[in-house]
């Protein structure tokens, strides 16, 4: 069993950065890879950026060169820095983890509770 917590979400202007940070407790963190999703309202949860236990990491075209996805084996967490922030990035933004992962929600197995992100224009 994985708990996962996210924290970092704000209300910035377009342009600003945040850095969201999800720390992880159970069972063998630097076994899982590990990633972000976004829901926006009314839209459907998409795939935002992923990082294998090596650290390897894949990103979305839509936030590919502005978010960068880290993790700290040490401290069981894992990062999503978000520079140059639009307003189409406001969303809730979810950590998740799993043994065999792609873009694909259905692939993880656990998730955390999720934090708001709102970009003003």
């Known amino acids: 069993q994985v708990q996962l917590v996210e924290s970092g979400g704000g209300m910035v202007q377009t342009g600003a950065s945040l850095r969201l940070s999800c720390a992880a407790s159970?069972?063998?963190?630097?076994?899982?890879?590990l990633a972000w999703f976004r829901q926006a309202p009314g839209k459907e949860r998409e795939f935002v950026a992923r990082?294998?236990?090596?650290?390897?990491?894949t990103y979305s075209d839509s936030v590919q060169g502005r978010f960068t996805i880290s993790r700290d084996n040490a401290k069981n967490t894992v990062y999503l820095q978000m520079n140059s922030l639009k307003p189409e990035d406001t969303a809730v933004y979810y950590c998740?983890?799993?043994?065999?992962?792609?873009?694909?929600?259905?692939?993880?197995?656990?998730w955390g509770q999720g934090t708001q992100v709102s970009v003003s224009s």
């Open positions: 990082i294998s236990w090596s650290g390897a990491g």
């Open positions: 159970g069972r063998a963190f630097t076994s899982y890879g």
């Open positions: 998740a983890a799993g043994m065999v992962t792609d873009r694909r929600p259905s692939s993880y197995d656990y």
